[in-house]
């Protein structure tokens, strides 16, 4: 069995499969977001400049900290640092730029929208892209797979010796779940427990629960099916994950804080229904939500 091809020519161009599927992951995540911004009457119009940015900062970021990850190769073969269509792009350093660039741009185009409110709309946008991603990027580039197995679901990929892990699928497989469990998530905050809607309880909750999943997710796939045992690289993806899996803990602290405190207030600017107490929203969510929830 052969590799799946890494990309194509069209005449004398060169079109690389893992550049296409990432702009499709991009793409998606901008109409997405779009359509979740315009589901809670709030204008998208402002989307398109700060995406821009968000790219941009994403790719750099990402670039950079695989290249500080994989210092010596790199220093050995300068040419390289900018090849990104060989694939080569960290996900933790994407989101290290991407975020805050994000967050800038959020402030200066759409003032009305507060960074945590704005931060738990785009949570499920990021998981459900990231699967597209996973599919579509990593499945399709030089080097996509894990380690090597003789197991029956294992695959061949470019530059790799041997069948491997088809990661990126178990990736997108893991990223869909989390989205489902945020979508949840989200279904049931918006709702008191008699069912009626429940609007201007403070942000947080999605995004802690999506830092810890996604900490959780990346740290066990670079510990058991990615990660070389003190490579630079893996120690710091899984160092990475563990510090987001703390970080989206003590947000999720914060927010119920916040969530008790607003509810004794009264529940300021929504409907009150007595002695609510903000729900544990991974244990009590239902069932995973569907793409094409907004």
Wanted: aromatic share 10%.
């Amino acid at each position: 069995m052969k590799p799946i091809p890494v990309a194509f020519h069209i005449g004398p161009i060169e079109v690389h499969t893992y550049g296409i599927g990432l702009a499709i992951a991009f793409w998606f995540g901008y109409v997405y977001f779009c359509r979740r911004l315009r589901a809670r009457g709030l204008p998208s119009d402002w989307v398109a400049g700060m995406f821009i940015w968000v790219i941009v900062a994403a790719v750099v970021g990402a670039r950079i900290m695989h290249v500080l990850a994989n210092l010596s190769f790199y220093e050995a073969s300068p040419g390289q640092v900018f090849a990104i269509w060989h694939g080569g792009l960290s996900s933790f350093g994407g989101i290290l730029l991407a975020v805050p660039t994000g967050i800038w741009q959020t402030r200066r185009r759409c003032p009305g929208l507060t960074m945590l409110q704005a931060l738990d709309l785009v949570a499920p946008v990021l998981m459900a892209a990231w699967a597209i991603g996973r599919l579509l990027g990593p499945q399709l580039m030089v080097a996509g797979g894990g380690h090597p197995t003789h197991q029956w679901f294992g695959m061949y990929y470019a530059g790799q010796v041997g069948k491997r892990l088809p990661v990126p699928i178990f990736q997108a497989m893991e990223d869909t779940a989390v989205y489902g469990v945020l979508i949840a998530t989200e279904r049931r905050l918006r709702r008191w427990p008699d069912g009626t809607a429940r609007t201007g309880f403070p942000a947080g909750t999605v995004l802690g629960v999506g830092m810890v999943l996604w900490g959780v997710e990346r740290f066990f796939d670079e510990h058991l099916w990615l990660g070389e045992d003190g490579h630079l690289g893996s120690v710091l993806v899984q160092a990475a994950g563990i510090g987001l899996v703390v970080l989206g803990l003590a947000l999720l602290v914060v927010t119920r804080r916040r969530w008790l405190a607003w509810l004794g207030a009264g529940a300021p600017g929504g409907h009150t229904s007595g002695g609510d107490v903000p729900p544990d929203p991974v244990a009590s969510a239902p069932g995973a939500g569907e793409l094409t929830a907004g």
